[in-house]
């Protein structure tokens, strides 16, 4: 964009459900800023803990990263399993 205004994309993703969310921002705002404006934290409470995973593009970035024009903002949830204890429990098996 222009006029100072770049858009990017907030991304949750849930088991069923994928929610995208586009918002226009100030040239210097933050990934904190982009998802408070997207409204997601509203629409999910469970966002408001702490500490938020995030990423721009899948690679893990902190809450205050400035955004560029066109970034896709997404947001991690926890993991349930171990990735490492899965398999040690798979290869038991």
């Given at each position: ?41 509203d629409a999910f409470p469970q966002l408001c803990k702490d ?43």
């Amino acid at each position: 964009m222009d006029n100072g205004f770049i858009e990017v994309e907030v991304v949750y993703a849930l088991p069923q459900q994928q929610i995208i969310k586009s918002v226009q921002l100030s040239v210097g705002m933050t990934v904190q800023e982009a998802i408070n404006l997207s409204g997601l934290t509203d629409a999910f409470p469970q966002l408001c803990k702490d500490p938020l995973n995030v990423g721009v593009f899948a690679k893990s970035c902190e809450l205050d990263h400035v955004l560029n024009d066109g970034d896709r903002v997404e947001i991690y949830r926890p993991l349930i399993h171990d990735p490492k204890e899965a398999r040690r429990l798979r290869a038991k098996k």
